[in-house]
């Protein structure tokens, strides 16, 4: 059995969040009586994008956790670059909600992960790294 401790725990971390950034949907959408859409409401409108974000990148940042240290193993590097990449999308989450240092320390540690994560799967393919 293959165990990769910093991927599931980085998923873990990531189902939490994910919960976390619905949860405060919800709670936009029973304060406001908004069942469906976003009826105009910047702020569920902020939240819902917060969420969709965090879907969007959080799948190819898993992926890649998961393939570098399939090649690589767990080392100190990838529990740095996950524990980086899940305060990032906190700190989005609320950047979301007018936080502006927030939003773009998120979007910066997003970015620079995946990248980070992108390149440093590329080097081990091709015995670079």
């Given at each position: 059995?293959?165990?990769?401790p910093v991927?599931?725990?980085?998923?873990?971390?990531a189902?939490?969040?994910?919960?976390?950034?619905?949860l405060r949907v919800a709670?936009i959408?029973t304060a406001e009586k908004?069942?469906?859409?976003?009826?105009?409401?910047?702020?569920?409108?902020?939240?819902?994008?917060?969420?969709l974000?965090?879907?969007?990148y959080?799948?190819?940042v898993?992926?890649l956790l998961g393939?570098?240290e399939?090649?690589r193993?767990?080392?100190?590097?990838?529990?740095?670059?996950?524990l980086?990449y899940?305060?990032?999308?906190?700190?989005?989450g609320?950047?979301?909600?007018?936080v502006?240092a927030g939003r773009?320390?998120g979007?910066?540690t997003?970015m620079?992960?995946?990248?980070g994560?992108?390149?440093y799967?590329?080097?081990i393919?091709?015995?670079v790294a």
């Amino acid at each position: 059995m293959i165990l990769l401790p910093v991927t599931l725990t980085a998923a873990a971390a990531a189902a939490f969040i994910n919960f976390w950034l619905g949860l405060r949907v919800a709670r936009i959408r029973t304060a406001e009586k908004i069942s469906v859409g976003d009826g105009g409401n910047l702020r569920l409108i902020a939240r819902m994008r917060a969420q969709l974000n965090f879907a969007e990148y959080t799948p190819i940042v898993l992926i890649l956790l998961g393939l570098v240290e399939l090649a690589r193993g767990s080392n100190l590097y990838l529990w740095i670059v996950a524990l980086v990449y899940v305060i990032g999308r906190v700190l989005h989450g609320f950047g979301m909600d007018g936080v502006r240092a927030g939003r773009e320390i998120g979007t910066a540690t997003t970015m620079l992960t995946m990248i980070g994560l992108a390149v440093y799967a590329a080097l081990i393919t091709y015995g670079v790294a």
